[in-house]
T-cell receptor
Framework: DQQVKQNSPSLSVQEGRISILNCDYT??????FLWYKKYPAEGPTFLIS?????DKNEDGRFTVFLNKSAKHLSLHIVPSQPGDSAVYFC?????????????FGTGTQLKVEL | DAGVIQSPRHEVTEMGQEVTLRCKPI?????LFWYRQTMMRGLELLIY????????DSGMPEDRFSAKMPNASFSTLKIQPSEPRDSAVYFC??????????FGEGSWLTVV
């Protein structure tokens, strides 16, 4: 039972355009959401996060949007660059639960083409 | 700064053999996690420790899997006996409680 779902296994975007990666969750107890980026043969690295008290968080070219009523979040990358090509994992946790146990989605492979 | 260190990076073993994966967390971190990555299920949490104590092992798939953390700087994940369906990338990660989780580079396991 996947509590965090990334329904698009892959996405291809042209350099300079916007990349939008989507994530849905089912557990209403989740109150903190993260995006991790993974290059081949490396471990995932933290990219950006958002608390459930916000609906948007921005860091440079990366913006995460949260729609709690729809249990949906998205990561926008603009403008997309070839170095952004990687697998992006959405993750969720319950901060009020006192821990940092993350539940991950299955990932979306982003390819940014020249 | 040394990150999370995992060994071996690659392991190929025959079905039925014991496999031991090792992890050295970032110094000072008090939470340690073992994750498994597969195409079908993405990153699954197997077990995590706080201050060397196992807190949640509900993700451990079967009794064939066991994990230990004898001290703050070392953890092992053991599979005995191994099966082909255990083939995956196993990640160790560490953090301070309620802080960013840092992953190692993974151990690629192939069971033939």
């Amino acid at each position: 039972d996947q509590q965090v779902k990334q329904n698009s296994p892959s996405l291809s975007v042209q350099e300079g355009r916007i990349s939008i990666l989507n994530c849905d969750y089912t557990n209403s107890m989740f109150d903190y959401f993260l995006w991790y980026k993974k290059y081949p043969a490396e471990g995932p690295t933290f990219l950006i996060s958002i608390s459930s008290i916000k609906d948007k968080n921005e860091d440079g070219r990366f913006t995460v949007f949260l729609n709690k009523s729809a249990k949906h979040l998205s990561l926008h990358i603009v403008p997309s660059q070839p170095g952004d090509s990687a697998v992006y994992f959405c993750a969720a946790t319950t901060i009020t639960g006192g821990g940092n146990k993350l539940t991950f989605g299955t990932g979306t492979q982003l390819k940014v083409e020249l | 700064d040394a990150g999370v260190i995992q060994s071996p990076r690659h392991e190929v073993t025959e079905m039925g053999q014991e496999v031991t994966l090792r992890c050295k967390p970032i110094s000072g971190h008090n939470s340690l996690f073992w994750y498994r990555q597969t195409m079908m299920r993405g990153l699954e949490l197997l077990i995590y420790f706080n201050n060397n104590v196992p807190i949640d092992d509900s993700g451990m798939p079967e009794d064939r899997f066991s994990a230990k953390m004898p001290n703050a700087s070392f953890s092992t994940l053991k599979i005995q006996p191994s099966e082909p369906r255990d083939s995956a990338v196993y990640f160790c990660a560490s953090s301070l409680v309620e802080s960013t989780i840092y992953f190692g580079e993974g151990s690629w396991l192939t069971v033939v």
